[in-house]
């Protein structure tokens, strides 16, 4: 079965500076999806990024950017010139490729906090 | 263009007691999936509709069921409630099945 590991509970961030956050997944399949979920107070879940598992090349969205290794099963996001706003439970998550196989397995997250 | 929503916001039941939860897919979605998140713990999957069958389930009971509507809408039910069922329980619509899924802001239950 798919697992991922979030192996930091907590980070923190001084305001305009730069942090990754840390992910690893386990998995014998080829053809897969990662994302990034951002999870502010508010509870709702709203995704930050999306990675195909056959593109090369690492997805960017505005300041969030990922660094997605295939071989060590690896997948960090990086966050520049973090903003307040960016305070929020940060959830890696995967899916398989696999026509039958839809649901989503999500790390246990890890709390970022930036400071002012 | 409205997004996933849910309701009700907040729910108090009682140990034994059913419970019905439900969700409106984001406009033009016709997926839903349900995920239950426990306190200081990931989602997990509960089940997923699609053309209103239940095309996928996760590692749960019996007692959590559903049901998707001809507007794609969709109930979540859950029957003899226990103290253990008390999370937040989100829903999340995509188009298609295997199309990047949005989530609602979930309806935290509370059993007592």
């Known amino acids: 079965a798919q697992t991922v590991t979030q192996s930091q509970p907590e980070m923190s961030v001084q305001e305009a500076e730069t942090v990754t956050l840390s992910c690893t997944y386990d998995t014998s399949e080829s053809d897969y999806y990662l994302f990034w979920y951002k999870q502010p107070p508010s509870r709702q879940m709203i995704l930050v990024i999306r990675?195909?598992?056959?593109?090369?090349q690492n997805a960017t969205e505005n300041r969030f950017s990922v660094n997605f290794q295939k071989a060590a099963k690896s997948f960090s996001l990086k966050i520049s010139d973090s903003q307040l706003g960016d305070a929020a439970m940060y959830f890696c998550a995967y899916r398989s490729g696999s026509y039958n196989n839809n649901d989503m397995r999500f790390g246990a997250g890890t709390r970022l906090t930036v400071k002012p | 263009d409205a997004g996933v929503t849910q309701s009700p916001t907040h729910l108090i039941k009682t140990r034994g007691q059913q419970v019905t939860l439900r969700c409106s897919p984001k406009s033009g979605h016709d997926t839903v999936s349900w995920y239950q998140q426990a306190l200081g713990q990931g989602p997990q999957f509960i089940f997923q509709?699609?053309?209103?069958?239940?095309?996928q389930r996760g590692n749960f009971p019996d007692r959590f069921s559903g049901h998707q509507f001809p507007n794609y809408s969709s109930e979540l039910n859950v029957n003899a409630l226990l103290l253990g069922d008390s999370a937040l329980y989100l829903c999340a619509s995509s188009l298609r099945q295997r199309e990047t899924q949005y989530f609602g802001p979930g309806t935290r239950l509370l059993v007592l």
């Open positions: 990675q195909e598992a056959y593109k090369q």
């Open positions: 509709y699609y053309e209103e069958e239940e095309r």
